[in-house]
């Protein structure tokens, strides 16, 4: 009995240890490209694809600053693409969020 205990504590302490190890961040993102950004992808660094379009049917004017709100991811480590009106896109690799933001610029241009 008292190994089954043992062994359902030790599950428990597994479990809540890897929900710990989720954390919450942000990042600032400032268009200073001189065009308007339609769209807007911010992925895990690890991820395959890109995650939806964060600014959904919003655009992201010049001269503006746009907080993108991450919950419930592992690392702080992401990517992050946006693209402009003329579909022209920035695209930034591997950024820890924990440590800076970003402010798009034309020579930032993919």
Known sequence: ????????V??????????ASAADYYVDITNDTGYT????????????TWEEDVLGSNVFRD??????????????????????????SYTFWDVDVSQRDIVVTLSDLD
Do not use: H
């Not at 009995?1 to 359902?8: I, P, Q």
């Open 63 to 88: 001269g503006e600053t746009q907080r993108v709100t991450l919950n419930n991811y592992e690392s702080p480590i992401f990517d992050i693409r946006l693209v402009d009106e003329d579909k022209d």
């Open 1 to 8: 009995m008292k190994l089954v205990k043992s062994l359902l």
């Open 37 to 48: 950004v339609l769209y807007m992808y911010v992925s895990p660094a690890k991820a395959e």
């Open 10 to 19: 030790g599950l428990l302490l597994l479990g809540c240890s890897s929900l």
